[in-house]
């Protein structure tokens, strides 16, 4: 069955480092999407991507983020200069279509910790 | 604006007991989307269901079933005769349908432990 991959699926930086989180989504899925999780919280939508642009982003996606899908199959999101605050799971999910097509897909996570 | 709602926080059961897990929405659209996911110990995210505001049949799915109703913006979560397997986080999330996004605006989770 089709999964979505994250690697690496541990990262540990430093402040002020940049980190590259990277994500193969389902082959055929058209919508991409960040999400992320401190601790015990509850997930938070990050960015969406679609048509090889960013189609709705939250307030959490500052300057600092960005997101890019360099060769038609990965995904990326940038963090340039991380934060102590940005320690968190980040889950890349992708889906066929819209909500009205089919449901988002999620990868296992990236467990980013910075120190 | 969207808001989803689950008001347990943790539940704890023994074995084979039934549980429902509530979940209040909050959206002005009329077209809409609900789900349900499960994260277990290992971390990842476990698509469950997904319902669409027009269609307000309750599912069941072996010993999943949902409730969905509109009157009261609620769509709830039981687990019938309950294992161990079934601990986790269980977050009900709402997408609303267009602008090209369909963000999921999830619940703030809820720990289900059932014990032997």
């Known amino acids: 069955e089709p999964e979505v991959t994250q690697t690496p699926s541990h990262q540990v930086t430093q402040m002020g480092q940049e980190v590259i989180l990277r994500c193969v989504p389902i082959?055929?899925?058209?919508?991409f999407y960040w999400y992320r999780q401190i601790l015990g919280q509850k997930v938070e939508f990050l960015v969406s991507f679609y048509n090889n642009e960013i189609s709705e982003k939250s307030e959490i996606f500052d300057d600092q983020f960005s997101v890019e899908r360099p060769d038609g199959s990965n995904f990326t999101l940038k963090i340039r200069s991380t934060k102590l605050e940005d320690s968190a799971m980040y889950f890349c999910a992708s889906s066929e279509g819209s909500s009205v097509e089919g449901e988002q897909y999620f990868g296992p996570g990236t467990r980013l910790t910075v120190t | 604006a969207q808001k989803v709602t689950q008001a347990q926080t943790e539940i704890s059961v023994v074995e084979k007991e039934d549980v429902t897990l509530d979940c209040v929405y909050e959206?002005?659209?009329?077209?809409?989307?609900l789900f349900w996911y499960k994260q277990p110990p290992s971390g990842e995210l476990v698509f469950l269901i997904r319902r669409n505001s027009f269609d307000e049949q309750n599912e069941i799915s072996g010993r999943y079933s949902w409730n969905f109703q509109k009157s009261t913006s609620s769509f709830n979560f039981t687990i019938t005769a309950s294992q161990v397997v079934d601990s986790a986080v269980y977050f009900c999330?709402?997408?609303?349908?267009?602008?090209?996004?369909?963000?999921?605006?999830f619940g703030k989770g809820m720990k289900l432990t059932v014990n032997p």
């Open positions: 999330a709402l997408s609303e349908e267009g602008g090209g996004s369909e963000k999921l605006v």
């Open positions: 082959s055929n899925h058209l919508y």
């Open positions: 959206t002005r659209d009329t077209t809409y989307y």
